[in-house]
Each structure stands twice: as C-alpha cells, then as structure tokens.
C-alpha cells in the first residue's frame, strides 16, 4: 500500500509558489553580461516557461531531509540549466531536428544552430558555477558531492550516453531493457540527481538517500512513459512541442512496445513503489509523493 498525500496538503498553492520562487530565481541568475547576444539566447531558452519540475524537486528533497531550501535554490537553478542545454541541443538538427518548444520556436531557429550550441554550452557550463561558487552558506563537502551527481547526470554517464543510445537506435527493433536503458540515462539520471543534491545539500543520511534513490528511478521512468503516451495522444498546441515526433522518427516508445494501457498501468506502479519507499518519511514527504502524482497526471 502506498502512502497518500495528506488531504490537509494544498500541492496545487505549493507547486505555484514554488514555481514563481524559481522563476525569480532563474531571471537573477543571468545578470547583465557580454556578448550580449550569447546571453539573449540563453535567456530565450531559460526563461521560456514550463512545468520546473526539476528544480522543485531539488527544493522538496532538500527540506524532506530537514535542510533549508534557500540554501537549495542555486542548485535547484543549476538543474534547470542542465535540462535546458539539453533541450536546446536535442531540438538541433542533426539530434531530433525540432522547430518546436515550449509553444515557441526552437532555440536555433530563432538564433541559428551555432549559436544555438553555444548557449547550450553556456546553460551548461553556468550550471556548475552556480553550484560551485553561488551557493553561501553550503558546506564545501556538500557541494562537491553536488558537482559530483550533476557532472555524472549531464555527462556519459547520464544525459549524454542515453542520448547517443536514443539515436543510434532510431529506425531499429529495441527491446524493453534497452528503451529502459535510454530513458534512465537521457530523463531519468537528471532527475535523479534533482532529488539526490537536494537531501545532500541538507546532510541526508544515507538511509534517506537510498530512499531517495529509488523513488527517483520511479518517477524517472514513469515520467518518460506519460512522455510517450502523450507523443500519441496530444496535439502539439497542448504539448508546446511536435507532437508525434517519436512515431515520425521510427522511434521505439513504451506505447509501440506495450501498447497504451499497459504503458498506463507501468508508469501507475512505478509511482507507486516511488512512492511506497518514502513511507517511513510519509509525515514530510508530501511534495514529492505529490509531485509522483503529478507526474502520471500532467497533460504536457
């Protein structure tokens, strides 16, 4: 049995503050600076909108484990950089080749394909800095494990590697471990690293953080199906992005593998072992047994 969200919990009011307290966050974090034109880009991308799943997550991990999500908020800005750089890259050309993103044009049809790089190089790199040299009154040894989670999530070993799996097999028969493979790695290790560098920015033991480990890989997973489903199922004007892009570009989905209501049923039971691993934690874990929810609930 799962645990539920407290009924005296109001996550719609929690995920708005939240979300306003990161857009300020993200509009202070790229100040005047030159070449202007490179910042231009970057903020196109950065400030576009969306759902800033990640950097909330950043923040309720940080205060399920007791921290101060203030002390959290550079962090929680870092990921969001990351997941930006990534979608600016995937959108380009010669990954995904998108004109679409957040109801708008894609970063480099607006900006052109260099400078389109260029910015995702910048979101990239800023990330890091945020962390390393933005962040008072984090102990050093905390943050040096966050630069540690963030470099395996955007590297090789995260983002990177899932994304070269993802395109080598377009056009090819993928088998489930494999679709798994790709969606831990390009979605799902970012999300990781969300929850986990938030708990080690408030000193989470390791109990906690084996916890944590697990619920991430849940909602990782489950995310990336309500992604497929929704290629198949919802107009590009509700999505901000092409919608049946997957199915265009002969991509293996959960859908095309399972069909959608076992594709359904999946990402319902990964939610609900992520959810079910934060029980002995249930009295503070409403955001993130909430935001679980959210995640099989979205429409985009």
Known sequence: MTPAVSTAFDFTAYLEAA????????????????????????RYSLLAGGKRLRPILTLAACELAGGDADLAMPTAVAMEMIHTMSLIHDDLPAMDNDDLRRGRPTNHK?????????????LLTRAFEMVALRSPGVPPERLLQVVGELSLASGAPGLVGGQVVDLECEARQVDLDTLEYIHLHKTGALLRACVISGALIAGASEELLAALRTYARGIGLAFQ?????????????????????????????????????????????????????????SAKAAPLLALADYITSRDR
């Not at 306003?20 to 974090?29: D, F, I, P, T």
């Not at 600076?33 to 490179?38: K, T």
């Not at 607006?110 to 910048?122: C, H, N, P, Q, R």
């Not at 999505?239 to 359904?264: F, I, M, N, Q, V």
Request: aromatic share 4%; hydrophobic share 45%.
């Open 19 to 42: 979300r306003w307290r990161v857009e300020a966050a993200l509009e202070s974090a790229l100040g005047p600076e030159r070449p202007e034109s490179l910042r231009e880009a970057m």
């Open 110 to 122: 607006v900006y052109g394909e260099a400078k389109a790089i260029l910015a995702g190089d910048a």
């Open 225 to 281: 199906i309500i992604d497929d489903i929704l290629d198949v199922t919802a107009s590009s004007d509700v999505l901000g992005k092409t919608a049946g892009k997957d199915l265009a570009a002969d991509k293996t989905t959960y859908p095309k593998l399972l069909g959608l209501e076992e594709s359904r049923r999946r990402a319902d039971a990964l939610v609900g072992e992520a959810k079910a691993v934060l029980e002995p934690w």
